[in-house]
């Protein structure tokens, strides 16, 4: 009963083809055919006013816009929104509030304008993103996040690792993007996204956790890997979706690093094959199980 | 004479220590010392005026900065600045315009104003980036650029792939960076700069170049190397400072490959050891010479 209350976000289904051939020319003077990664402009209009234009793969537009939404602070919870239209003869992804489509008053003329110019003007650029910029007012929400501090088996990240390489589809193809996932306590992986921008595959990610209530109160549970480096985004989108462990391939840096150690995330790097590098919390590593 | 009438340009010499020790335990369950990456951020004001803090390694900040307000299209040339300088007590980089310093008038009250606020409306969020936005009239800037149409021997191209292994040290010590090299016509490396944002380390290679004027007119023997992804900021950054090679040890994106086209760069990816692949302009890399 109470889900019937749920307004209804409509959302369109555009994905994009992930990769494209060329021809390139190697160490022997042979053509070769070879596939490149795609890279669409989308640009994203809430209630028709225009936020940004983002750089993606494609794989999955409207999780992606809906995260970058929920992670950049302009919505705290997907029913705010009515509709998510992704249409890429025009490039565009039209956003509607569900205020807009309830009483033709845009989510624009509330307080969010303002706060947004306040945002605005506290950029950070950030490290080695996708996205480039978290807002002085996100660094301070942080401060009242509380992890649980976690605790995770080898097996269950061996079992995690084996997945990822099973599913680095566009990666194995193209390079040149990077992937994000979703695993539960067992390991498995619930949501595999990659992109051009390691920021919009967490973006996205959080677009697709946010569509699936079922998971609202199991974050936990879960865990969150990347093929990325461990910026400073990294750990605070990690710890936005409230979820205490966070797994790279890559390393860190020092202010991933420092972040982890104030939000006590349980955080690995260099995870590959059978190696690992716990960089904080390595006491809640269950190394027998 | 003529170069005595170009005001100087005072700059600090404030680099950083590049990395820092931590613990780790590793998957046998001991605590290893390992490295990471420094990273601070370094709030840039032109004028007095806040423009944005970037996330730096800070090997090479002023460079950084310089070549930053070069990249953006805040000045055109580094005679238009009386002074930069990095203070990391207060992480901020005070830039004085030559404007300011001799009349007392900002650099603001100028058309600049209005001209960023356009630039800011037109913001794109690119790839995987470090610095993470171009705008709208930078697109609009590269129809102007005419690349010379350039020719590369693979020995030229070892000799620099040589001196990238030598040169990488904080790379090798604590990854988690990218590197920046320019290097002349016979591949000799004349800067090499390593950020944890790479377009941080394209920036401060531009300003590098910017403060050794011999170099302005020889544009058209100097390569470009990077050790990220060809992303369109990395052709657009390389277009700007019209060098007509870009070298990567990674893979390409569909805009970066779709740029080079239009400019007529050559383009070649995946340089390591004997490989390379030419993406683009292949009909002019010398195999033998």
Known sequence: VAESRVPKLLLSQSARPASFGIQAMNETGHLIDTR????HPLSVYLDKRELITLMTLG???????LGY???QGFISQPSELAQIHVDWDTEAAAVTSQQLSASGQSIWDEALGQAIVEK???KTVT???GQGSVYGSQMDQLAQIHLPARTLAVSVLQHLLAQVRAHE???KEAGAVHGCALANAQGHILCFIEDVGRHNAADAIRGWMALNPALANQQESLMFYTTGRL??????KCAQMGIGILLSRSGLTQMGYSLARKLNMLM??????KHFLAYHGHERVLLND
Request: charged share 10%; net charge negative.
């Open 268 to 273: 690995l790097g260099r995870c590959q094959g």
């Open 127 to 129: 490290t080695g993103c």
């Open 69 to 71: 939404l929920l992670n």
């Open 120 to 122: 605005m003007a506290h």
């Open 231 to 236: 910026t400073s985004e990294m750990v605070i």
């Open 59 to 65: 794989s999955a537009p409207e999780c992606l816009v």
């Open 169 to 171: 589809s566009i990666y």
């Open 36 to 39: 490149i990664a795609g890279e």
